[in-house]
């Protein structure tokens, strides 16, 4: 079993920055693929971002490419979403998920493990 929490959601302004972190525990880091996925109210879960076990891949969604950054530290068994020049359509609840295996980067049925979330908020 792999628990995940999430940190570092809030209230930003348009064009400003946020960086979420997922700590994870009870299975080797290093074996798990990670992404992270986004709920907006009323709409379903999207995939935003991912990085793949080995760190060296790592996968955007169109809208946040050259805003977001995925990022993984081993030592800290952590994945990170640096959050740049944000947009209010970037508001949502942001989950973090984790896959052992077979994983399809934007399917989220193929991951695992969820956590519970963080909400994101970008408003003047």
């Known amino acids: 079993q792999v628990q995940l929490g999430e940190s570092g959601g809030g209230l930003v302004q348009p064009g400003g920055s946020l960086r979420l972190a997922c700590a994870a525990s009870?299975?080797?880091?290093?074996?798990?693929?990670m992404g992270w996925f986004r709920q907006a109210p009323g709409q379903e879960r999207v995939f935003v971002a991912a990085i793949a076990q080995s760190g060296r891949s790592t996968y955007n969604e169109e809208s946040v490419k050259g805003r977001f950054t995925i990022s993984r530290d081993g030592a800290k068994n952590t994945v990170n979403l640096q959050m740049n020049n944000l947009k209010p359509e970037d508001t949502a609840v942001y989950y973090c998920?984790?896959?052992?295996?077979?994983?399809?980067?934007?399917?989220?049925?193929?991951?695992?493990?969820w956590g519970q979330g963080t909400q994101v908020t970008v408003s003047s």
């Open positions: 998920a984790a896959a052992y295996s077979n994983w399809r980067y934007s399917d989220a049925s193929t991951y695992d493990f």
């Open positions: 009870g299975h080797t880091f290093g074996n798990l693929a």
